[in-house]
Structures are given as C-alpha cells and as structure tokens.
C-alpha cells in the first residue's frame, strides 16, 4: 500500500536521509530500527509530508504523493502519531479526539470514533473533560494515539509510542498496537524497543546515519549478529 | 460625581471600550493564527468603511452598503493574505510585523488619493433621541455599539468554541504540526483568520464612524486596540473584550480626576502600567525569557 522510493531528505546543508526505500503492505506491521539521528523520525514525517524529500516518490496505492500537503496524505488514509506527542495542550481530551476526526463529515462516524476511541483506551472516556496538558506520559501517549484513529487511517505511522513510559504502561501500549493491527491497520512503527519492536511487527528496517543498512522478516533480523548487539544488547551470535 | 454623570461616563466609555475590544479581537484572531501582529487592520477597515460611504452617497440603502464594506473588508484581507504575507512565509515575524506596518501606511495614501484625507459625516443609524436609564440620559448610538459588540463576539466565542472551522483554528494557534498531522489545511486556516478579523474590523469601523467622523486617521484606532489587547494577555479572547472595556472606561473616567490634557496618554500610561505590574496581561500566562 505504502511505498517509498530512494528519498533523500536534507535539512539545510545536513543530510537526513540518503536513497531510503520501503514498503508496508495492507494491514501489515512493519518496524523501523535504528540508533538516534539514523533517520526514523525523519522518514516519517516525510511519508506524512510534514519534511519534503529531495528526490525519490512516495507512492500510497500507486498514488504519487511526494509533492502532497500534509493534510491531503491525512484525507489518503495515513495519519501519523509523532514523535513527542503534539497534542493540543489547551485543548480537553475530548477536543483532541474531535480535531483528530477534522476529515471526516458525517456526525454518525464521529461519534462512533469516539466510541471506538473509548473502547480502546477506557481512562480517556473518564478524562474526557480534562484538559490534555494535565495528562500523565501514558495518558498522552494513548490520546496520540487515539487521535490519530479518529481519522480512520488504512496506515498509521507511530513514532517512539514506548518513550519515556513505564513497563506496564509499555505493555499496555503494545497490547492496542496489536488491537489496532487486528482491525486491519498497516504500521510502520519506529521504536527504541528493538526486541518489543520485532515482536509486533513482521518485517524491519535497520537504518545507520540515513541509510537502509538491513532489512527482512523479524525473525531474521532478531537472529542477525549486528542487529543482536547493536540493537538488542546481545552477544553477538545466537545460541 | 452625580450618579447621573458616572452612568453617562461609564456607558460613553463602554462604547468606545466595545470598538477597541472589537479591533483588538480582529488583532489577535490574527495572531493566534499566524503568530504575527496586523498593523495594517486599521487602514483595512478605513478602507471598508469608506467604500460604505461611497455606496451610501451612491444612494444604496444603508444595510446594502453595509454589506459592501463587509465584502471589500473579507477581499482586500485575502488579496493582501495571499499575494503579500504568504509569499513572506519563510521571513520573521518581525519582518511580516513591518511588512504589515509599510502595509498600513501605502493604503492610508491609497485611501487618502481615493477619498481625500478630510473629516466625512457618517450616516447615523441609531436615532437621536435620548434613552433614559435611572437618572442619566444616555445617547442611543453607545448602546447601538455596546450592544452590536456584545452580539459579535458572543457569535465569535460560539464560532470558536463550536464549529468545526472554529476548532480548527484554535488547533492552529496550538501547534501548527500536529494540525496538518489531523488534516487540517495551515493555509486555508491561516486566509480564513485574515478574512475574519478583517470582517470584525470592519464592524469596528462601522460601528465608531458616525461617532468620530470618517477620516483616513480613523485607522489609528488599531494603537488603543493593540493596547487593549495586551490588557487581555495578546491571545486570550475574553481578555481583549475586558482589556478593551476597561481601557474605555478608564479613558472616560481619568479625565474628571486627574488634569484634561491626561486622556490622550491614558491608555499608553495603562499600557506601561500592566507590563510592569503584569506582563501576561489579566487574562494570559507569563512565559519568561531569560535575559
């Protein structure tokens, strides 16, 4: 559904990403690895139109949607849950989940995203009036999340949804990732949590300083040494 | 003071407290979009007012022209939006703010060629007769304006609060990436705050000309609502209708206990006053800058 062929993105004289090419089929999970700065934001916000790349296509459905305004690639059905939240301070939890369905007209649907919403995530429905600057890390991160399914994306990109979380609060965030996948979602999840990572996804992507240095099934990669020491904090060769 | 004369001074100062709430509303719905100060919103609704009053010498019914400067007011915003102050997307907001500035000054001699810079009558439209309230005999024409204002801005709050292009504005104002991450068009919002702040200040304008008469200088009126502004906390809404309201009385007010000469430099004495005392405004929050 998702392809995304040989771009290179700069920002300024510094170059972000170099001929970085992938895909994420219908429904599928897909995981992007690397270290910090290797490029995993930053190809994200590009899929998601926020950062335009120098050359290369993104192609959704054969559609070419490189020189796309962020808010068209929203209304193409992929929607992007970025790096640090960017919620609407102000705004109350409630307000977030309606802004979230900005591209989508009829009341009916609305009100069952809000529904869905509060299915998925129940301590957003006893929020609801509160307002989402006054969230603890997991609550905002699930309202991220939430508000970003409010649009009824065929694709959802998610950035770092572990960070900063505790255990539980990890776990639980993974639990819907598995949710959201099993009503027919594609992810591409970026992710610290190598090992959480490879778990929910099918496929990864490895990126080193803005290239696609490894790639394959999840279950190759989790057996390849450098991504075992890198990436996993293992010794080198599997048991 | 007789109770009379403190009524007569409130309700004067009320009214022109509504016109500096109503153009410091169209300043700010600006910049909570766009971040960046308007200072051509005076001119542009001199420029609007005066194409009613062509329109109204031209013999149109004075609704009908009305009508006119509402339109002139929304086209002139989304010309200048859209050939000027998008094409300097890239530059600072302080460049946009002498953009807007140099803006001001080339339509009032736009306007000055076209109009002349002389003092117009303004067709009144509130009737003459005194209305009584208590003791005090106050002019219709305050309370047309008070109660215009009032209706406005209920109508603004509600539009914020309730629609749908309304939340996607304040979203704007919030955090533009996450916006364009929910669909919205930045753009679209940013034509459609200039659009409406200029509708608003056009009613401003409307509202104040029979009063003052009009004149190119009218457009000065954007200082008391930058100030008025300010009072509420540059971003707040309710808070420049109180700033303004407050300015208003206080100008009205100041003169019959502290020397005549004084009302000019009331609101810039405010001014001072709230940045010292309070710098994030009565209604807005204080983010510090390290110096």
Known sequence: MLEVEAIDVAYGKRRALEGVSLSVGEGEVVTLLGANGAGKSTTLRAISGLVRPGRGRILCDGRDLTRAPADAIVALGIAHVPEGRELFPDFTVEENLLVGAHRRWQREAVREGLERAHRLFPILRERRRQRAATLSGGEQQMLAIARALMARPRMLLLDEPSLGLAPRLVTEIFRVIDEIHATGVGILLVEQNARLALGAATRGYVLETGRVVAEGPSAVLREDPRIRQAYLGLAGTPP | ?291
């Open chain 2, 1 to 291: 003071m007789t109770t009379a004369a403190l009524i007569h001074v409130l309700v004067s100062g009320l009214a022109t407290g509504s016109i500096y709430g109503l153009v410091g509303l169209s300043l700010v719905i600006v910049y909570n979009a766009t971040r960046t100060v308007n200072f051509a919103q005076g001119e542009m609704f001199v420029v609007s007012t005066f194409v009613a009053w062509s329109a109204a010498r031209a013999g149109w019914p004075l609704p009908l022209a009305f009508l006119a400067a509402v339109v002139a007011a929304a086209v002139l915003a989304l010309v200048i939006e859209r050939a000027i102050i998008r094409r300097s997307i890239a530059a600072t907001h302080w460049d946009v703010l002498i953009i807007t500035l140099g803006l001001s000054l080339i339509l009032r001699a736009l306007a000055g060629i076209v109009w002349s810079h002389d003092d117009f009558p303004f067709p009144s439209y509130f009737g003459n007769r005194p209305i009584a309230i208590g003791p005090a005999r106050v002019v219709p024409v305050s309370l047309g304006i008070i109660g215009a204002s009032v209706v406005l801005m209920a109508l603004l709050g509600a539009l914020f609060r309730f629609t749908r292009a309304g939340r996607a504005m304040r979203a704007v104002a919030q955090n533009q990436t996450a916006a364009w991450l929910m669909g919205i068009s930045v753009p679209r919002v940013f034509s459609a705050a200039w659009i409406l702040a200029s509708v608003v200040g056009a009613v401003a304008g409307l509202l104040i000309a029979p009063v003052v008469f009009l004149s190119t200088k009218m457009g000065l009126l954007v200082i008391n609502g930058f100030i008025a502004a300010v009072l509420g906390g540059f971003g707040s809404m309710p808070g420049v209708v109180v700033g303004g309201m407050l300015l208003g009385v206080i100008e009205n007010l100041a003169p019959l206990y502290l020397p005549t000469g004084i009302r000019y430099s009331v609101p810039f004495i405010l001014l001072i006053a709230i940045l010292v005392v309070r710098p994030g405004g009565l209604a807005g929050r204080v983010h510090r800058r390290k110096v």
